[in-house]
T-cell receptor, first 113, second 115 residues
């Protein structure tokens, strides 16, 4: 158990819909990261938050947004969903930045029908 | 900017055999190097990391990796593979930035273990 929790574990929705994925980091970790993992794209970094502020952006689509709340939990919002958004979404956390060990949650599997 | 490649998409080894997974990186300065493992249905877990010092790094689960600057490589090794080592292995390279630090993950190598 990494100490990082993600909900829900599975999510099935339709194209055009909007979903919210939730992540609670390991106790004491200030950074939260979101990754998308699919068979064709591999593991793609989406975005990083550090202590409530956006720190780094990766290959995140404009239809996607995230935030980190004062209690350090984070949410990833995916809107206008397309079939190609079906993937495993991981949240990870670390004490400081990404050069520290990242602890990954179990992931949320999103299926868009 | 840094980049990382893992030349082998999939490797199959027999249980008890030795293992070497290849990782090559591109970065102008000394990089931060990591190996993560993803067991089926789970998130990634750090096996080991290299920042500086001894170029042979020991990790968890009996794994080790060697940093070779001349070859821009950070290959992962294990002398005797167990069936439970079947998983996806990711090499990652990190670098300090002026605004933020960045880590790039490789495409992964899938390891199958034959009993």
């Amino acid at each position: 158990d990494s100490g990082v929790t993600q909900t829900p574990k599975h999510l099935i929705t339709a194209t055009g819909q909007r979903v919210t994925l939730r992540c609670s980091p390991r106790s004491g970790d200030l950074s939260v990261y979101w990754y998308q993992q699919s068979l064709d794209q591999g593991l793609q970094f989406l975005i990083q938050y550090y202590n409530g502020e956006e720190r780094a952006k990766g290959n995140i689509l404009e239809r996607f947004s995230a935030q980190q709340f004062p209690d350090l939990h984070s949410e990833l919002n995916l809107s206008s969903l397309e079939l190609g958004d079906s993937a495993l979404y991981f949240c990870a956390s670390s004490a400081l930045g990404p050069l520290n060990e990242q602890f990954f949650g179990p992931g949320t599997r999103l299926t868009v029908l | 900017a840094q980049s990382v490649t893992q030349p082998d998409i999939h490797i199959t080894v027999s249980e008890g055999a030795s293992l070497e997974l290849r990782c090559n990186y591109s970065y102008g300065a000394t990089p931060y190097l990591f190996w993560y493992v993803q067991s089926p249905g789970q998130g990634l877990q750090l096996l080991l990391k290299y920042f500086s010092g001894d170029t042979l790094v020991q990790g968890i689960k009996g794994f080790e990796a060697e940093f070779k600057r001349s070859q821009s490589s950070f290959n992962l090794r294990k002398p005797s593979v167990h069936w439970s080592d079947a998983a996806e292995y990711f090499c990652a390279v990190g670098a300090r930035g002026t605004s933020y630090d960045k880590v790039i993950f490789g495409p992964g190598t899938s390891l199958s273990v034959i009993p």
